[in-house]
């Protein structure tokens, strides 16, 4: 060992994040990605911990014998539905990376989850400027179902300079839940939801439906903008005759602030999930897959790109998330 390697100690020990732990992650994240995370509460001790006892993230760790945490995963609630967890924002510092600790990381959490909270589903984001994270996703037996295109800027990875223009993300589920249930399809997007679904293994009905008249003049829409991605997320719970134009002035918002993706979430539960699809797709939007259980019941993710998306930077693992990518770019190709 030369003066300048680093010193590795004994093997980490992996186990449920602990209260104590708050400031051994936050050191991680500055040791990893300085200052440009973009998620701020992992900085911040008293933030994480709060989180932790509402159950709102819930993070396993590698933490040496003095306490040292050297890697990092968490599951978290970012859908709709609260027995969702999102399992993501994993790290290692570099001198303890290639001991497959990310991945142990994740079997841990994805069987030990249960003994923290109840939950129904569990999904990643995998990120496209490498395929290690989907690697792992599958191994722990999560399927591809949609794939979020130009999800995350390039400065998120400007540390250790892993990629160049927008990233992507790979969405994979674990749904539990195994009873059948009926999915309405929006007849434009029929074949292509019908080709994700087939490669599952979740018990569906899959109904083709119209665009239908709707009942309601006012659309109810939640909005959250992320400001460091430059992403807009709407989640669609009921497609009003004021859609078109509560759209048209949420891009306009949007356009002001920079931003240069725009998601919205539907649900797949009421035949007059045909009406929103199509509004959406009219304006632009374009079907990324399938969100098994996001609502409690299945959705999908339509989304619009302000400029030309970064393609030629998606590195994707299995030959599943190659066919889905290939079917999403078609999908944009449609509306662009």
């Known amino acids: 060992m030369t003066q300048n390697q680093p010193k590795i100690d004994s093997e980490p020990i992996i186990r449920l994040f ?7 992650v936050a050191l991680l994240f500055r040791e990893v990605y300085g200052d440009g995370y973009p998620i701020r509460t992992y900085y911040n001790p008293p933030e994480l911990i709060k989180a932790f006892e509402k159950k709102e993230i819930i993070p396993a760790v590698a933490v040496l014998p003095q306490g040292r945490v050297v890697s990092f ?18 790290l290692t510092l570099v001198e ?22 109840e939950f129904e589903t569990i999904f990643g984001e995998a990120v496209t400027n490498h395929v290690y994270t989907q ?12 794939l979020e295109v130009d999800l995350m800027p390039a400065a998120a990875y400007a540390k250790e300079k892993s990629a160049e223009g927008r990233v992507s993300a790979l969405l994979l589920f674990k749904h539990f839940p195994k009873t059948e249930k009926e999915v309405y399809l929006p007849e434009h997007l029929d074949g292509f939801l019908r080709d994700i679904y087939r490669g599952t293994d979740l018990p569906r009905k899959l109904i083709t439906v119209r665009v239908k008249p709707v ?9 959250v903008y992320f400001d460091f991605a ?12 004021d859609l078109p134009d509560r759209l048209h002035a949420v891009e306009s918002g949007v356009r ?39 609502f409690g019941h299945d959705g999908i993710l339509m989304q619009k790109i302000m400029t030309e998306p970064n393609w030629q930077g998606i590195n994707l693992y299995s030959v599943r998330s190659e066919q889905i990518c290939k079917m999403v770019k078609e999908q944009w190709e449609t509306v662009k």
């Open 215 to 223: 009942k309601s003049r006012e659309s109810r829409l939640e909005q």
């Open 18 to 24: 602990e209260p104590a732990d708050a400031e051994g």
């Open 73 to 90: 995963l968490a599951c978290y609630r970012s859908a709709p539905h609260e027995k969702v967890y999102e399992t993501g924002v994993g």
């Open 256 to 294: 002001e602030r920079g931003g240069k993706v725009m998601q919205c979430w539907l649900r797949l539960e009421h035949d007059t999930v045909g009406w929103g699809a199509r509004v959406l797709s009219d304006q632009g939007y374009f079907c990324g897959g399938v969100l098994p259980g996001w």
């Open 135 to 146: 690697k792992i996703s599958l191994n722990v037996g999560m399927e591809e179902t949609a």
């Open 230 to 241: 430059q992403v807009n997320r709407l989640t669609l719970w009921e497609a009003g005759a």
């Open 96 to 117: 303890y990376r290639k001991k497959g600790l990310s991945e142990r990381l994740m079997f841990f959490l994805t069987q030990n989850l249960s003994r923290v909270t």
